[in-house]
């Protein structure tokens, strides 16, 4: 079950891909996708899915491009539609490039599979209204997009923005899964489930 992490665009977004035979899954592409393009051809992986956990524009930066070159589907959460409109969303804030638009399937947390590999899409909200996570039960990892970070947690400060809600969905949802599970965040170093409930100096009293 390797795991490569691509530090992509102006806010250093993680983009993942997860891989399993010759099959490929993408969280997330904050920027040109072109390093992707190539680990994929080297490893001779095809893509089957490409999973955005929020819709916030440095998280879609290198979506279309990478969607048009590999014609993979591109799931987004259905609950971000109410910030698709917004500057946090199609970027073009803070003198950054605006997003190139992509067309994408709307999903809501359910269980499914992704090249090859069973996945739970867990509802994650609170850095914005619709965050998911991607969880892999037998590859025992999460990708927790902006939710949870190595010692920290996602800013609530854009649109839709709940402190409260990304709390609860840290507890109910994430530190519900087993301690070792590898947890993949949208920003920064991985970490476990285990070392954040241990040791993430936010949580401690809220979760
Ligand atoms: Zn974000």
């Not at 079950?1 to 969280?27: E, R, W």
């Not at 992986?45 to 999973?51: M, P």
């Not at 950054?96 to 090859?116: G, K, M, N, R, Y």
Request: proline share 9%; hydrophobic share 35%; glycine share 8%.
């Amino acid at each position: 079950m390797p795991v490569a992490n691509f530090v992509l665009g102006p806010i250093q977004t993680n983009c993942y891909v997860l891989h399993k035979n010759s099959n490929a899954v993408i969280i997330d592409v904050g920027g040109d996708p072109k390093e992707v393009l190539t680990y994929l051809d080297t490893n001779k992986l095809t893509l089957s899915a490409i999973c955005i956990t929020h819709l916030h524009f440095d998280h879609i930066y290198g979506v279309a491009a990478l969607a048009e070159q590999t014609k993979a589907p591109v799931y987004v959460p259905q609950g971000d539609s109410a910030i698709a409109d917004t500057e946090a969303s199609k970027g073009g804030i803070w003198g950054l490039p605006t997003v190139t638009p992509f067309s994408s399937v709307p999903i809501e947390p359910h269980e499914t599979v992704f090249a090859d590999m069973p996945c739970r899409i867990l509802p994650t909200p609170g850095h914005t209204p619709g965050s998911l996570s991607y969880y892999f039960p037998e590859e025992h990892c999460v990708f927790s997009g902006d939710a949870l970070f190595y010692r920290s947690v996602g800013r609530t400060d854009f649109p839709l923005g709940d402190s409260s809600l990304l709390f609860a969905s840290i507890r109910k949802e994430l530190f519900a899964l087993p301690g070792n599970t590898l947890v993949y965040p949208g920003h920064g170093p991985s970490t476990t489930i285990h070392d954040e409930k241990a040791n993430n100096p936010f949580c401690g009293d809220f979760c």
